[in-house]
């Protein structure tokens, strides 16, 4: 049964600590993005990985921290220095080459920060 | 750096009626996707047109793709209640780029 999870579907926490997000994949996709998404609005990407043990900042990477130590997980990290983490944070992952492909997504995350 | 903007925002129709959405973009792309979202879920691949297609069909989806205007649009044909949902489109760049996401349309479909 191939697909991608996200772990937990809930989460709080306190300000001021961290709290890091699960996201596995068992598609043998090499490539694999986090976004984030806030209420009744589009995606906004945070970081993204093309292959194990590199990463790049996306759109949003301030107050996040992300590793790729292996093929089928990219945990995310929220970090006390992000100012308003509480949103649903949105894993994907897909083929990556030369041209663009669909992206598989998890379930998603709803991190709460009070 | 947003690329696409979907239209209208938010679309109400009834059950059986056609719903048509569209996608305007900036800059060049290799290929354009359409993703559905249901509440508090994660997004679903629906269709990917190329660059160089015009138009593509999926069961009741039907995309265009008009390049010289930087646009698309997706129509979802006799449209079911289950189609309530969030639709994004999403362009692909044109060698090893990342995809760019849109805010999205809202359709809801009233029974």
């Known amino acids: 049964d191939g697909g991608i999870t996200q772990s937990p579907k809930y989460l709080f926490r306190k300000e001021g600590q961290n709290v890091t997000l699960s996201c596995e994949q068992n598609?043998?996709?090499?490539?694999m993005y986090w976004y984030r998404q806030d209420p009744g609005q589009g995606l906004r990407l945070i970081y993204y990985?093309?292959?194990?043990?590199?990463?790049q900042k996306g759109d949003i990477a301030e107050g996040y921290s992300v590793s790729r130590e292996k093929k089928e997980s990219f945990p995310l990290t929220v970090t006390s220095a992000q100012k308003n983490p509480t949103a649903f944070y949105l894993c994907?992952?897909?083929?990556?080459?030369?041209?663009?492909?669909?992206?598989?997504f998890g379930p998603g995350t709803r991190l709460t920060v009070t | 750096s947003q690329q696409g903007e979907e239209d209208p925002q938010a679309l109400s129709i009834q059950e059986g009626e056609n719903a048509t959405m569209n996608c305007s973009y900036k800059?060049?792309?290799?290929?354009l996707q359409w993703y559905r979202q249901n509440s508090g879920r994660g997004l679903v691949h629906l269709i990917l047109?190329?660059?160089?297609?015009r138009e593509k069909h999926s069961g009741r989806l039907r995309v265009t793709l008009d390049t010289s205007k930087k646009s698309s649009s997706l129509l979802i044909t006799a449209s079911r209640a289950a189609d309530t949902a969030s639709y994004f489109c999403?362009?692909?760049?044109?060698?090893?780029?990342?995809?760019?996401f849109g805010p999205g349309t809202s359709l809801s479909v009233i029974p």
């Open positions: 598609l043998n996709h090499d490539a």
């Open positions: 990985s093309q292959i194990v043990n590199d990463f």
């Open positions: 047109i190329r660059s160089n297609e």
């Open positions: 999403a362009t692909g760049g044109t060698s090893y780029d990342k995809v760019i």
């Open positions: 800059t060049s792309i290799n290929n």
């Open positions: 994907a992952s897909s083929i990556w080459g030369q041209n663009s492909y669909e992206q598989y």
